[in-house]
């Protein structure tokens, strides 16, 4: 048997979005396994980060498994934090499966990689103006079109927890 190639890309992913979607589907095309590490996987309930580990997951199987790609094809990692940048490319690799080459865009995450000697592919960002991460959460909290960025089982997932609720209550003033 021939061994497997795998890619790994990292993100908050809060939420998965279009833009998550492409290079995903730019990363199969280039490899037989993906690994979504789900960034910062200990946040939840904050104006930035507002979705849990567990929620994340839910949204980033269902977009993929019901999107035509293969429940074989992909595995999903959550991955905490450590306090120390120097110590984060061992917790990625103690967490997720053995791969090939991370696929990132973000400075620091290419940085660790490469003095680790590994392979760091920069996937082109797919229309980055409005599939951002920062764009849906801003569109959320200002009724804006939100649901246009994200696959609908994404939607689903937000609508299942209540998710836009959360963001505007997290974003009142104590009185
Ligand atoms: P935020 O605005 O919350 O930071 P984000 O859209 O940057 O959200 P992340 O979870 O930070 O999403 O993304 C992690 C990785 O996903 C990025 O480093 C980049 O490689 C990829 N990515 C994000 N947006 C796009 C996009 N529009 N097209 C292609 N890749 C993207
Ligand atoms: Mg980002």
């Not at 592919?121 to 994200?150: A, C, H, I, Q």
């Amino acid at each position: 048997m021939v061994d497997k190639v795998r890619g790994l890309l990292v993100g908050r992913l809060q939420p998965i979005h279009d833009g998550h979607m492409d290079v995903i589907s730019r990363i199969l095309a280039e490899v037989d396994e993906v690994i979504i590490g789900i960034g910062s996987a200990q946040l939840s309930h904050t104006l930035k980060d507002p979705f849990t580990a567990g929620e994340r997951t839910m949204m980033i199987n269902k977009a993929l498994s019901e999107n035509g790609i293969h429940p074989s094809r992909y595995y999903i990692t959550p991955i905490q934090d450590v306090a120390r940048n120097s110590l984060w490319v061992a917790q990625v690799k103690m967490l997720t499966p053995p791969f090939e080459i991370i696929y990132s865009g973000n400075p620091l995450v290419q940085r660790l990689f490469i003095e680790a000697g590994h392979k760091v592919s920069t996937p082109p960002l797919f229309n980055r103006e409005v599939y951002s991460g920062t764009e849906v959460r801003r569109r959320m909290l200002e009724d804006g079109d939100w649901k246009s960025l994200l696959p609908p089982q994404v939607v689903d997932v937000i609508e299942e927890i209540d998710g836009i609720n959360r963001i505007k209550h997290l974003s009142q003033k104590e009185m």
